[in-house]
T-cell receptor, first 111, second 112 residues
Framework: SQQGEEDPQALSIQEGENATMNCSYK?????LQWYRQNSGRGLVHLIL?????REKHSGRLRVTLDTSKKSSSLLITASRAADTASYFC???????????FGKGTRLSVIA | KAGVTQTPRYLIKTRGQQVTLSCSPI?????VSWYQQTPGQGLQFLFE???????NKGNFPGRFSGRQFSNSRSEMNVSTLELGDSALYLC???????????FGPGTRLLVL
């Protein structure tokens, strides 16, 4: 069963705009991760944020985590056509629990 | 370091057959996880191995099995294939299971 639920399911923006994707989850977590997948290929890890962190940056990516609301957001600034992909959040509970993925947000960046 | 490799990349089988997929993790990674990805169900966790031991198993029937060898390479097997087993099967490795997972390109299985 999916732990994370991304919102929106699909997003279409112009190049240069910012893209924001949200993820909500149900149970307590040890960390939350965001991955990107280009059409039909393997996933690429973008960023990991631990449960005791509130915000993290990596290049044009900014991730926030609100454990009280059980939600996270991924912001991609100054988007490029190459950012077109599906983005997944994945949560990891404590102990030896598996990484559980949401269904993803499909981002289209139009040049 | 070389990335995660999966073989074969593409596979066509018929119902009732069985299939074995292989995954070679990044050197030094001892944890290997398998996922099934379909348009309808998204990414579903299959199993996770660490040092040759299955540490977690997802909600899949017993037709799905796996193993990990002493060199951390892993295989998964699906017996008595069904049409619904058509999917992209992804393998991921990590140093330890709590951290970042590195994914292979996947094996696309089509069951006819």
């Amino acid at each position: 069963s999916q732990q994370g639920e991304e919102d929106p399911q699909a997003l279409s923006i112009q190049e240069g705009e910012n893209a924001t994707m949200n993820c909500s989850y149900k149970t307590s977590i040890n960390n939350l991760q965001w991955y990107r997948q280009n059409s039909g290929r393997g996933l690429v890890h973008l960023i990991l944020i631990r449960s005791n962190e509130r915000e993290k940056h990596s290049g044009r990516l900014r991730v926030t985590l609100d454990t009280s609301k059980k939600s996270s957001s991924l912001l991609i600034t100054a988007s490029r056509a190459a950012d077109t992909a599906s983005y997944f959040c994945a949560t990891r509970g404590s102990g030896n629990t598996p990484l559980v993925f949401g269904k993803g947000t499909r981002l289209s960046v139009i040049a | 370091k070389a990335g995660v490799t999966q073989t074969p990349r593409y596979l066509i089988k018929t119902r009732g057959q069985q299939v074995t997929l292989s995954c070679s993790p990044i050197s030094g990674h001892r944890s290997v996880s398998w996922y099934q990805q379909t348009p309808g169900q998204g990414l579903q966790f299959l199993f996770e191995y660490f040092s040759e031991t299955q540490r977690n198993k997802g909600n899949f029937p017993g037709r799905f099995s796996g193993r990990q060898f002493s060199n951390s390479r892993s295989e998964m097997n699906v017996s008595t294939l069904e049409l619904g087993d058509s999917a992209l099967y992804l393998c991921a490795s990590s140093v330890q299971n709590q951290e970042t997972q590195y994914f292979g390109p996947g094996t696309r299985l089509l069951v006819l």
